[in-house]
């Protein structure tokens, strides 16, 4: 093994010749020339610096200079030589991975120490643009009315939010979108979801590369999310804000209670402090917080508990009813964030900084059939940590490396009651000191007292060993139930669950309780290196490598109550379905070389990846018999892709790019590794596969850039994607009693579409900005689980072996943004967003009547809004905000019923439902409307919050 590993690393060592990192930029580069005002001639030896870096350069023989490693955002640069007026522009925008062009004319003079000072604009176009990118500043983030930063990704051109939530970058796969942090991977490998939280008030600047992303990025086939992180400052200062509010409509018909206003539902403290770090010198340190709060607004009530029961027999319907009534936010949750870094500049060359993240929250989600007894869901509690070493050192002006390594680890739990694991407990449950058998199984197995297999019966610890290898009962203790004020009585924490076989449909459910237990924590090792250098003025060289070493560890259970466990708790052991728990160490290599060739007429990007994948896992050969068969270890998978990027002038403020790359990217880790002790499951068994090959695509883009006015500039963009090797399932059928799916990557998909972006910068104090995009995305399966999902259909539905729309296919999508402020005393920003609906597949009483996604929901158009003014005394600046979303409280259908298209409009009540309506006056039934109009089918309502924050900082 050790062999296979180094061979493709010392491959790639030798093809690139040099030791750096495969990661997303998280530095701009400063260049250009500086002439004499008078004389129009280059000036050699002039000094340029950027004072608050402390980096910078000299002019060669013909004026040109280059400054690199330059921290995105505002900076100011200073131009200063013997018999020349000091020029200092302020304001320079500096974006991670471009070059920003910055040109100086010197007067001379006869006095020393003369000054003058400029402010520069930043470019409406971008001469080295090669791909599609959107640049999000920590301002925007302040001024515009948004909770997180994907709230602005949302409104970029070539993002689409799905029915869900989930961001869709140019019609591929939430899935297929990779997170960074300061230039570190953070998406959650196992499910590729983002694995850190990020507070909006430590974020520097946020890019999303939406095109053919350069070779120094991987692991993603849509796009690049790459947030940097602010560094602490020189002097002091800290920011509290504090934000509250509610959710306000008069649409009591769809949301119950949402005309009640209560300013404290929702809360949110921020905090954030930054300064010198007096523990070291030349050294800085911020820390940053937020916490968040709130009981929800989709409501339920507490009718119901899980022990109610029910009695459906006959024409007299019982259902006992042994809650308090009291309304419960069914959609609460809490969590907290943390973020710090520390930064120090022991030597001028040398920059070394350490990062941490960290995060935990516990929250509920709606779910509709819970409304009337929403004890019996399931809480969901996460966190995560990751820390961070970054050490960056400049060899001259025009070279410099930095080294990152990093450890990230992510827990998740979802339960109905939180098990604690080591705990006691006696195997003679009936204390007659006999072991007893409770059960036999349907091979004659018998099941007895005796858990652990010992031969004799003892109070024993139970530990995650235990119940993994042989199955374990689990403590049941009585807790106090309150009936109404004046009745107590004592019940289990689990009660026995009933299939609820017997309730005729479209009923809410009276009791019992969700019986899953999941657990999972994952860790990755990170080391990186990369190597920067400006060859010459026309040459950026750009190469790295990447190593990621992981753990993931899953838990899935299902807790068992029955005859067989004498209506007890019971954890099953892993030899069963009911327990699917594994611990993998896949792990990947990656390395890259790039060259950015900048001529004044034209720029080229070109470069060359390989990505290594290693699952370390083996696979069954024999289809027919997974269980019983022999096992075959899979071989690494590895891919070369070349990129390429062209961007020339076509005016003096006009330019085209053209790029083009191939884009490698292995499956979320839970495909490959579910249930690997193949164990068959009632209804179709799911397999992972831990063969699976890499997805993979291949990008074309063209596009335009034009700056139409002093003020203004558009970009126009064509785009389009084919999806090779897309991850899929495959259906087989072995005999009546076993049927399974297993994951593959087989599907395919293409995506086109072009995108047209509108900048207005501000202008007394008004800025516009549009992004318009119109895209066709179309694949065989929006899911993985696509076949898995058509064969437990009844009867089993064929799937699609044509393009048809994907579930996010949004073919018209408008965000306009406007703003206005007045020079820092007060503004107001409003997001508008139009969309076309997406598509959904037909179907009359539960059957399929068309093609897949063959009919469109209605459009949606929301409006929020910001508006702020601030108050000043002295170093100290106070604000009050109002954030309002949904402005106009519009009523957005999400999801539909399938047989009209509708929200809030089903055929069901025409043929089924009547056992409901013959029993509407039996306590505890609900109307059929109402089990049948959820309100998650619809966007949130009017949502009004009110903020208060203080600026201080010292002298």
């Known amino acids: 093994?050790?062999?296979?590993?180094?061979?493709?690393?010392?491959?790639?060592?030798?093809?690139?010749?040099?030791?750096?990192?495969?990661?997303?930029?998280?530095?701009?580069?400063?260049?250009?020339?500086?002439?004499?005002?008078?004389?129009?001639?280059?000036?050699?030896?002039?000094?340029?610096?950027?004072?608050?870096?402390?980096?910078?350069?000299?002019?060669?023989?013909?004026?040109?200079?280059?400054?690199?490693?330059?921290?995105?955002?505002?900076?100011?640069?200073?131009?200063?030589?013997?018999?020349?007026?000091?020029?200092?522009?302020?304001?320079?925008?500096?974006?991670?991975?471009?070059?920003?062009?910055?040109?100086?004319?010197?007067?001379?003079?006869?006095?020393?120490?003369?000054?003058?000072?400029?402010?520069?604009?930043?470019?409406?176009?971008?001469?080295?643009?090669?791909?599609?990118?959107?640049?999000?500043?920590?301002?925007?983030?302040?001024?515009?009315?948004?909770?997180?930063?994907?709230?602005?990704?949302?409104?970029?051109?070539?993002?689409?939010?799905?029915?869900?939530?989930?961001?869709?970058?140019?019609?591929?796969?939430?899935?297929?979108?990779?997170?960074?942090?300061?230039?570190?991977?953070?998406?959650?490998?196992?499910?590729?979801?983002?694995?850190m939280n990020v507070s909006t008030n430590m974020i520097k600047e946020l890019t999303m590369v939406s095109g053919t992303f350069n070779a120094e990025y991987g692991k993603a086939m849509s796009g690049i999310v790459n947030i940097v992180t602010r560094d602490g400052s020189n002097r002091f200062e800290g920011d509290v804000s504090f934000q509250f509010g509610d959710m306000l409509s008069s649409r009591t018909n769809i949301f119950d209670d949402v005309n009640q206003y209560d300013p404290l539902n929702f809360k949110r403290l921020d905090l954030s402090l930054s300064g010198p770090f007096i523990f070291l010198p030349r050294s800085s340190f911020i820390i940053a917080g937020t916490l968040k709060e709130s009981d929800g607004w989709l409501y339920g009530y507490r009718e119901h508990t899980p022990f109610d029961f029910y009695n459906f027999q006959g024409d007299d319907w019982f259902i006992s009813a042994t809650g308090d009534g009291e309304r419960v936010g069914m959609n609460n949750?809490?969590?907290?964030?943390?973020?710090?870094?520390?930064?120090?500049?022991?030597?001028?060359?040398?920059?070394?900084?350490?990062?941490?993240?960290?995060?935990?929250?516990?929250?509920?989600?709606?779910?509709?059939?819970?409304?009337?007894?929403?004890?019996?869901?399931?809480?969901?509690?996460?966190?995560?940590?990751?820390?961070?070493?970054?050490?960056?050192?400049?060899?001259?002006?025009?070279?410099?490396?930095?080294?990152?390594?990093?450890?990230?680890?992510?827990?998740?739990?979802?339960?109905?009651?939180?098990?604690?694991?080591?705990?006691?407990?006696?195997?003679?449950?009936?204390?007659?000191?006999?072991?007893?058998?409770?059960?036999?199984?349907?091979?004659?197995?018998?099941?007895?007292e005796d858990l652990n297999g010992d031969g004799e019966l003892s109070n024993i610890s139970v530990d995650w060993d235990l119940l993994r290898d042989h199955g374990a009962f689990i403590p049941n203790p009585m807790h106090e139930l309150k009936y109404d004020d004046s009745t107590f009585f004592q019940v289990p924490l689990y009660i026995p669950t009933d299939s609820r076989s017997d309730v005729p449909s479209y009923h809410f459910i009276y009791g019992s309780q969700q019986t899953g237990y999941f657990l999972s924590d994952n860790e990755t090792y990170t080391l990186k290196a990369d190597f920067t250098s400006q060859m010459n003025k026309y040459n950026q060289i750009r190469s790295g490598i990447e190593f990621n070493s992981y753990m993931l560890h899953s838990n899935d259970i299902y807790i068992e109550m029955s005859n067989r466990t004498n209506w007890q708790p019971f954890i099953q052991s892993i030899a069963t379905s009911g327990h699917d728990e594994y611990t993998r160490r896949p792990l990947d290599f990656a390395a890259y070389i790039q060259d950015k060739i900048e001529f004044k007429d034209i720029i080229v990007q070109a470069g060359l990846r390989y990505d290594y994948f290693d699952a370390r896992d083996n696979t069954f050969t024999n289809k027919t018999d997974p269980a019983g068969s022999d096992t075959l270890a899979v071989k690494p998978k590895s891919q070369i892709s070349p990129r390429l990027g062209v961007s020339f002038p076509i005016t003096d403020q006009g330019y085209i790019h053209f790029s083009y790359g191939h884009f490698f990217q292995m499956p979320p880790f839970s495909y490959l590794y579910r249930n690997p002790g193949k164990k068959k499951s009632s209804g179709v068994t799911r397999f992972g596969n831990p063969d699976l090959d890499a997805q993979k695509t291949v990008m074309y883009e063209f596009g335009l850039q034009q700056q139409l006015t002093s003020m203004m500039a558009m970009d126009v963009t064509i785009f389009y994607r084919n999806i090779l090797n897309w991850l899929s399932s495959e259906y087989n059928f072995i005999d009546n009693t076993f049927r399974y799916t297993r994951y593959i990557t087989q599907d395919y998909g293409n995506v086109r579409g072009i995108t047209f972006s509108l900048t207005q910068r501000s202008f007394s104090g008004f800025a516009v900005n549009m992004d318009y995009t119109f895209q066709l995305a179309g694949g065989n399966a929006s899911s993985p689980d696509a076949a898995y999902y058509d064969n437990l259909k009844i009867p089993p539905v064929e799937s699609e072996k044509k393009l048809v729309p994907l579930d996010w296919d949004q073919r018209h999508t408008l965000n306009v943004t406007l703003s206005y402020s007045s020079k820092g005393n007060y503004g107001a920003s409003v997001i508008n967003r139009f969309s076309t609906g997406k598509p959904y597949t037909p179907t009359i009483q539960g059957q399929r009547n068309a093609e897949e996604n063959s009919d469109r929901r209605l459009f949606q158009f929301t409006t929020d809004l910001q508006a702020y003014k601030y108050f000043y005394l002295g170093n100290q600046r106070l604000s009050l905000s109002v954030k309002v979303y949904n402005l106009f409280d519009r009523l957005n259908e999400v999801y539909v019923n399938t047989d009209t298209g509708r929200s809030g409009y089903s055929l069901v009540p025409t043929y089924a439902g009547q056992s409901i309506t013959m029993h509407a006056d039996t306590p505890g039934i609900h109307s059929l409307e109402e089990r049948l109009y959820s309100p998650t089918n619809y966007s949130n309502p009017r949502q009004i919050l009110i903020g208060l924050s203080w600026h201080f900082q010292g002298k």
């Open 333 to 448: 949750y809490a969590n907290g964030n943390v973020m710090a870094k520390i930064t120090t500049k022991p030597w001028a060359p040398i920059k070394i900084s350490y990062h941490f993240n960290g995060y935990a929250g516990e929250s509920q989600k709606y779910d509709h059939a819970w409304k009337y007894n929403p004890d019996g869901r399931y809480t969901y509690t996460s966190n995560n940590q990751m820390h961070s070493l970054h050490f960056t050192h400049s060899l001259s002006e025009k070279s410099y490396y930095t080294v990152k390594a990093s450890y990230k680890r992510s827990e998740a739990e979802d339960y109905v009651h939180k098990l604690k694991v080591p705990y006691k407990w006696n195997e003679d449950i009936n204390g007659n000191g006999a072991i007893d058998v409770l059960w036999y199984d349907v091979d004659g197995t018998p099941f007895t």
């Open 1 to 195: 093994m050790k062999n296979k590993v180094l061979t493709p690393v010392y491959t790639i060592i030798l093809l690139i010749g040099m030791i750096s990192v495969c990661l997303a930029g998280t530095r701009g580069k400063i260049a250009g020339n500086v002439i004499d005002k008078s004389t129009g001639l280059p000036l050699a030896g002039v000094n340029i610096y950027i004072p608050s870096e402390q980096i910078g350069s000299v002019t060669d023989s013909d004026g040109y200079f280059v400054i690199l490693n330059v921290p995105p955002g505002s900076q100011e640069v200073v131009a200063s030589m013997i018999g020349y007026k000091k020029l200092t522009v302020r304001n320079v925008s500096v974006a991670t991975d471009q070059t920003t062009d910055l040109d100086f004319e010197l007067e001379s003079s006869i006095l020393q120490g003369e000054e003058v000072v400029v402010v520069a604009r930043k470019p409406l176009v971008q001469a080295d643009l090669t791909s599609s990118k959107s640049i999000i500043t920590e301002d925007d983030l302040k001024s515009m009315p948004t909770e997180s930063f994907q709230g602005l990704l949302t409104t970029k051109a070539g993002v689409t939010e799905g029915t869900g939530g989930a961001i869709h970058i140019r019609g591929g796969r939430s899935s297929e979108v990779l997170y960074m942090l300061d230039g570190i991977a953070v998406s959650n490998p196992f499910n590729s979801s983002l694995g």
